[in-house]
């Protein structure tokens, strides 16, 4: 009689298999997130850079950035945590000014819209993704943009704000200035 010995995985080699897989995992993982950030940041970028290019076309035909009590009250040196009202309301002003809209997104009379804003860019987000009122203008890290206009409300001062016209800054979730995308 012929004896058959059958095969099979030893503990050792199944636990072997899926330390392999685990890591395999953790690396794919790791990879994604940081990919998902690069994205975040180029988007958040390219939103700065859309979002200046219309103040500058509200400055072409109005003479004037939009400024308010908000935006000349932020200061980006001072300011450091995106979750503080205050960038809230300057981003609110700076959004109905741009849109030519009001908080409920309805068109205002008279009003020139300069920049489409994307409906992920409002804030706050409803269960459903939807934003009925928009709060504020919200960046790819789930924060609100920061609207500075507190140079030009302070002329010569050098110890206030970045640029003599406007600052526009992601703080990216971080209150270290050097991780912000800014247009200074």
């Given at each position: ?10 503990i ?30 180029s ?17 072409a ?5 939009p ?5 000349d ?12 009202p ?5 981003t609110?002003?700076?959004y ?24 992920q ?15 504020f ?8 943009y ?16 970045y640029?003599?016209?406007f ?6 979730g ?11």
């Open positions: 009689m012929i004896e058959r010995r059958q095969r099979a995985f030893t050792i080699e199944l636990l072997v298999v899926m330390a392999v897989i685990i890591v395999l995992a953790g690396l794919i993982l790791g990879t994604s997130s940081y990919v998902q950030k690069k994205g975040a940041r988007r958040a970028e390219a939103e700065i850079a859309a979002m200046s290019a219309a103040l500058e076309s509200y400055k035909d109005n003479g004037i950035y400024r308010n009590n908000d935006t009250t932020l200061d980006a040196r001072q300011h450091l945590d995106a979750t503080k205050v960038y809230q309301q300057a609110l002003f700076l109905e000014q741009l849109s030519g809209s009001n908080a409920q997104q309805q068109a205002t009379a008279g009003m020139k819209s300069y920049l489409s804003f994307k409906p860019m409002l804030g706050p987000h409803d269960a459903n993704g939807n934003v009925t009122t928009v709060q203008v919200r960046d790819p890290f789930g924060n609100s920061g609207y500075s206009t507190v140079q030009a409300a302070n002329p010569g001062s050098t110890s206030v704000g640029n003599p016209t600052d526009l800054w992601s703080t990216t971080s209150t270290t200035t050097d991780q912000w995308i800014k247009n200074w």
